[in-house]
C-alpha cells in the first residue's frame, strides 16, 4: 500500500473475525493426530477432536458435554471434580504445565497409557478459565518399554549367574560390565571397575606385563580379531587361578565392531589334572622301559637253562626225566610271558598303508591251520563286498586276528564253528570280526579282559588281549567284545578304511 495514500484503513468486522477463528479451531481440532479435549471448570467436555474416536473409541458427539472423569479409571473418576475445584479455589497443581503418564478408560473397557499435558486458557469476558487437555497414546511404548526391562533382567540373570568370567567393554576397552564371577573373584563390585580401562582394573594389577598384553589384546580385538591366551590370576583369596582368557569383538549389522566380550575359563583343574596325568604317563613309561630291559635281560638266561635242563634230561632215569621236563615246560611258558611282557612294553610305530581285508583273514587262518584240523574246528570266511581295503599294518593286523583266533578255539576245545568276516560298519570305518558259536565269555570277565596280566586261562598270560587292544589303539581304531548271533563271543575291530 502506498503511504501517502489517503484511503482509511479497512477493518474486519468483529463477528468476521470471531466466525474464521471459530472455522480455523475447528479445523485444527480435526487435523490433530493426538486426542485433544477442552473442558471447562466444571470439568464438562465443551469440544473433542476428531481423533480421539480412534485412540478412546469414542465419537467426538459422545464425549461433548460429559464429565471429562468418564475417561478416568479409579480411584480418579470418583475423585476428579474434586480435583479440580480445590484447584480452583487454592491455584495449587501437579498437573498444569508438565506431562504426566496417565491411564484413560477407553468405551471398550480397556485401558491404555497415555502422556497428558494440560494447559489453562484465560478468555476475554469470561468468568471461568477453559482447560486444554492433550492425550498421546504410549500404550506400544509402555509395552516395549516392560519388554526391554524384562528382557534386560533376564540377561543379568545369566549374565550373573555364569560360571565363567564375563564382562562386556567398549571399543576402546571401557568396562562396561562385568559379572558377579568375575567381580567376586577380585572382590569389588560393579563401580570398582565399571567405566575404568578393563587393563587398570584389579584383575591385572598383579603384573604390568599381563597389563600390557591386555591392552595390546583390546587393540587387536577393536581391529576385528579374535584374541585368546592363558594368564595366572591373582585372585582377592589369594589364589592363583589358570584362566584361558578370550576377547571377542562385537559387530553391528554393518560389520563395524563396537564393543568386546571378555571371557575368563578357569582351567586351574584341568591344568593341574594335565600335569598329574603326565607325571603318571612318564612314570608309566619309566616302568615300560625298565620292564622291556628286564624282560631282554632274563629272556636269554631261561633259553640257555632250558636247553641245559633238557641235556641232563637225556641223561636221567624215567621219573628224574618227568621232573626236569616238566621244569623246561615252566621255562617255555616263562620265557613266552617274557617274551609278550617285551612286546607289550615296547612302543608301537605304526606306518599305515592301504590293505585288503581277505588276505589279512586268510593268512591269520593258514597260521593256525594245524591246531585247527587237528580240534576238528570248522572256519568260515565273509568278505563283503569282494576287495575290501583298509587303513593298517596288515602283518600287525594278522597278529591280532590270531590271537583272537587262538582264543576262540581254546574256547571251543574241540569241534565248532568260527567265523571271520569283514564288512563295512560306516563309509569310513571298516569292521574285522572273530566269532564262535562256544561257551561266550561272562559278564563279570568282559569289564577286564582287555586289561594286562588279567586272564582266565590256566596257563595264560593275560597280555594277549592287552597286546590286541594296543596295536588297534595305535590303528586309531577300537577293539569291543560282545555276543555272538551264533551263541559264542564275538571280538569286533573297527578300523578307518
Not at 471459530?22 to 481440532?29: N, R
Not at 464425549?63 to 480411584?75: A, D, I, Q, T, Y
Not at 524384562?150 to 562386556?168: C, K, M, P, S, T
Request: glycine share 8%; charged share 25%.
Amino acid at each position: 500500500m502506498d503511504p501517502s495514500s489517503s484511503e482509511p484503513l479497512r477493518t474486519e468486522p468483529s463477528e468476521q473475525r470471531d466466525r474464521r477463528l471459530e472455522v480455523s479451531a475447528v479445523a485444527i481440532l480435526a487435523s490433530v493426530l493426538d486426542p485433544t479435549l477442552t473442558i471447562d471448570g466444571r470439568g464438562t467436555i465443551q469440544s473433542a477432536s476428531d481423533s480421539v474416536e480412534t485412540v478412546f473409541g469414542y465419537s467426538p458427539n459422545e464425549l461433548v458435554g460429559r464429565n471429562v472423569s468418564m475417561l478416568m479409571p479409579e480411584p480418579h473418576h470418583s475423585q476428579h471434580d474434586e480435583y479440580l475445584a480445590q484447584y480452583l479455589r487454592t491455584g495449587v497443581t501437579h498437573i498444569l504445565g508438565q506431562t504426566r503418564e496417565f491411564e484413560v478408560l477407553r468405551k471398550d473397557g480397556r485401558h491404555i497409557n497415555c502422556e497428558m499435558s494440560v494447559a489453562r486458557v484465560d478468555l476475554e469476558n469470561e468468568n471461568e478459565p477453559v482447560f486444554i487437555g492433550s492425550f498421546r497414546d504410549i500404550t506400544e511404548r509402555k509395552r516395549a518399554e516392560r519388554t526391554l526391562v524384562r528382557n534386560e533382567e533376564r540377561f543379568r540373570a545369566i549374565f550373573d549367574q555364569e560360571y565363567q568370567y564375563v564382562g562386556l567393554l567398549s571399543r576402546d576397552g571401557t568396562v562396561l560390565e562385568m559379572n558377579r564371577t568375575a567381580l567376586k573373584a577380585i572382590g569389588a563390585g560393579a563401580v570398582d571397575v565399571r567405566g575404568r580401562p578393563f587393563w587398570q582394573t584389579p584383575w591385572w594389577h598383579h603384573s604390568p606385563a599381563e597389563q600390557d598384553r591386555v591392552r595390546q589384546a583390546i587393540l587387536d580385538a577393536a581391529d576385528g580379531r579374535f584374541v585368546r591366551f592363558e594368564v595366572e590370576l591373582a585372585l582377592d583369596d589369594g589364589t592363583t587361578r589358570a584362566i584361558d582368557f578370550s576377547l571377542k569383538p562385537i559387530r553391528d549389522e554393518d560389520g563395524r565392531v563396537q564393543l568386546l566380550l571378555p571371557e575368563g575359563r578357569d582351567i586351574t583343574e584341568l591344568k593341574r589334572a594335565q600335569r598329574a596325568e603326565t607325571a603318571v604317563l612318564r612314570t608309566l613309561a619309566a616302568i615300560g622301559e625298565g620292564a622291556a630291559t628286564l624282560a631282554h635281560e632274563i629272556k636269554n638266561p631261561i633259553t640257555a637253562i632250558n636247553i641245559a635242563l633238557r641235556a641232563v634230561a637225556e641223561q636221567l632215569g624215567e621219573t628224574d626225566r618227568v621232573v626236569l621236563e616238566d621244569l623246561a615246560s615252566r621255562m617255555i611258558r616263562l620265557e613266552g610271558l617274557m617274551r609278550q611282557t617285551l612286546s607289550f612294553a615296547t612302543p608301537l610305530v605304526i606306518h599305515k598303508t592301504t590293505c585288503e581285508a581277505l588276505p589279512i583273514l586268510e593268512n591269520a587262518q593258514r597260521l593256525l591251520r594245524e591246531s585247527l584240523i587237528a580240534a576238528g574246528t570248522e572256519v568260515t570266511i565273509d568278505v563283503q563286498p569282494a576287495g575290501l581295503t583298509l587303513r593298517g599294518v596288515a602283518t600287525h593286523l594278522e597278529d591280532v586276528i590270531v590271537n583272537l583266533l587262538g582264543n576262540s578255539l581254546e574256547a571251543l576245545e574241540s569241534g565248532g564253528h568260527i567265523r571271520l568276516a569283514a564288512r563295512y560298519h560306516s563309509a569310513s570305518e571298516v569292521c574285522l570280526s572273530v566269532e564262535d558259536d562256544g561257551p561266550g565269555v561272562s559278564a563279570a570277565v568282559k569289564t577286564t579282559i582287555f586289561k594286562p596280566f588279567v586272564t582266565t586261562k590256566p596257563a595264560g598270560t593275560g597280555l594277549g588281549l592287552a597286546i590286541c587292544q594296543k596295536v588297534i589303539d595305535a590303528h586309531n581304531g577300537r577293539l569291543e567284545l560282545d555276543t555272538s548271533p551264533m551263541g559264542g563271543a564275538r571280538f569286533s575291530i573297527y578300523l578307518p578304511s
